[in-house]
């Protein structure tokens, strides 16, 4: 029942967003840079865009907050850690992006601090560094209203503020992934809607579906997702022809 709830929830989410939001045929910059809470949120989120970016001569970094130990489908946390590791190499690899455009900054998964918390101005220092270091024309953080994990929204609260103090001021964007599946349609006012744009990846989404099964295929021994267990209903806003983003900055 819950399952099915939630799969009206992501079809009502995505009507309002088809009637509402501002449909864009497409970004670019010459340099971006996209901050995911885990290795997995880019090619999920992003997919789609990154491709089009990438095929049209700009330039990706990734920025991997933490490297999605604690997904929970094994019981050896390094493995995990390993393996989503090289999946996310192999991710980059088959988007042609280059190592030297790929950080990591090893934060613990599930507990990315927040603001007031241990380790948020280290974190935020060293986002702040990096964007001074590449100065790129766009960061990519996933949405607030993702709302839980917890870490995604840590995710804007650091790119915000790292912004916030960089020498470099690159436009700040907003991504969705789990806003599909946890933010409630009735949250979601015109005024709200009309500030979410919704590109088009339709040219890419088989590539996508590709990347999306670089991580998602590969099992543990027990027959479980490296990378997790997805909810089928949040999985199908995946296979929208679209990618969410807000420009906040």
Request: aromatic share 10%.
């Amino acid at each position: 029942m819950k399952n099915i709830l939630r799969r009206f929830n992501v079809i009502l989410i995505s009507i309002l967003l088809r009637l509402f939001s501002h449909r864009t045929k497409e970004l670019f910059f010459n340099l971006t840079l996209i901050l995911a809470p885990h290795p997995d949120d880019e090619v999920l989120g992003l997919g789609g865009i990154m491709m089009d970016l990438l095929t049209r001569g700009g330039e990706v970094s990734i920025l991997y907050l933490t490297d999605g130990e604690s997904s929970g489908t094994w019981n050896n946390i390094e493995e995990i850690r390993r393996q989503r590791i090289q999946l996310s190499e192999k991710s980059a690899a088959r988007l042609t992006i280059n190592d030297s455009n790929i950080y990591r900054r090893h934060l613990p998964d599930g507990n990315i601090p927040h603001p007031g918390e241990p380790g948020f101005e280290e974190a935020v220092s060293d986002v702040k560094e990096l964007i001074d270091r590449v100065k790129p024309d766009a960061v990519f953080a996933t949405h607030p209203l993702d709302y839980w994990p917890f870490d995604h929204v840590a995710c804007a609260e650091i790119a915000a503020e790292a912004i916030k103090l960089s020498d470099h001021k690159p436009q700040l964007w907003y991504y969705w992934v789990w806003a599909w599946y946890n933010l409630r349609p009735w949250k979601l006012s015109v005024k709200r809607l009309k500030k979410l744009q919704k590109i088009d990846i339709n040219e890419h989404l088989l590539r996508k579906k590709e990347l999306l099964d670089i991580y998602l295929k590969p099992l543990t021994p027990d027959g479980k997702s490296w990378s997790g267990i997805l909810p089928k209903s949040l999985l199908k806003a995946f296979n929208y022809p679209f990618e969410i983003v807000e420009k906040v900055l």
